[in-house]
């Protein structure tokens, strides 16, 4: 089994991957879903969150990246870029998602990062809005980003459209479709909610409408 497989199945033991096809959540972006996946639950599982922290370690030196500051996201990517840069000796510095409006009124937190090469480092990546607001904040204090390292991707064609739109590269350590794979393989998935997702997943923006869902 390798890592994507791993940490997919580590999701979906944990609790942290959801199937709601008669109650959807919204997304931040506005897309209704009847799946979800929580990344926050790893910390809470000593083991699974490590093949976590060691999976961002064997992708790093696998896509040899370069750089000299991991930066996490507020709050989801926080945990993971903290013990990931305790690991591997780098300096950790974080990324607020807005200004908290008083003080040095700065989103950039923990360290000087003007001239230097960041990888950013996110959780969960659906379009990238998030992650690229990360990116352009970090970019206007003078660093170098052209790297992002995540749990999960939905692999969604708008994230690759937006990261290559601004010249970051993404690296995901597994994706939707290996959690959903995985989910069908140990039986984590009934068949009504099998046909459910594999529905949303070919059409996620239309799928609310087709089925009677109206945005919240």
């Known amino acids: 089994m390798n890592y994507q497989e791993e940490i997919a199945r580590a999701l979906l033991e944990i609790g942290a991957v959801g199937f709601k096809p ?3 959540l919204t997304f931040k972006m ?8 929580d990344n926050r639950i790893f910390p809470a599982h000593p083991e699974k969150f490590k093949l976590v922290i060691d999976g961002f370690e064997n992708l790093i030196k696998e896509k040899n990246i370069d750089f000299d500051m991991v930066a996490g996201i507020a709050v989801g990517g926080i ?29 950039v937190e923990g360290g000087d990062v003007n001239g230097k090469k960041i990888l950013l480092v996110e959780d969960l990546v659906s379009t990238g809005s ?16 052209n790297d992002c390292v995540i749990i999960v991707s939905y692999e ?10 601004e010249k970051v590269k993404l690296h995901s350590l597994t994706n ?3 959690i959903f794979e ?25 799928w609310a409408e087709r089925h009677g869902f109206n945005k919240k």
Do not use: C
């Open 130 to 145: 998030s992650s690229l607001s990360g990116v352009q904040a970090l970019r206007e204090e003078g660093s170098i980003v």
């Open 22 to 24: 008669k109650d959807p």
């Open 79 to 107: 945990p993971y870029s903290a013990v990931l840069g305790f690991q591997i000796q780098k300096p950790s510095i974080f990324v607020r998602k807005e200004s908290k409006g008083y003080g040095k009124n700065k989103r």
């Open 156 to 165: 969604f064609p708008e994230s690759k459209v937006n990261f290559e739109k």
């Open 30 to 37: 506005g897309m209704i879903s009847p799946v979800y996946v």
């Open 182 to 206: 995985q989910a069908v393989q140990i039986k984590k998935i009934t068949e009504e909610e099998k046909k459910v997702v594999e529905d949303w997943y070919s059409d996620p923006w239309g």
């Open 176 to 178: 939707f479709p290996m």
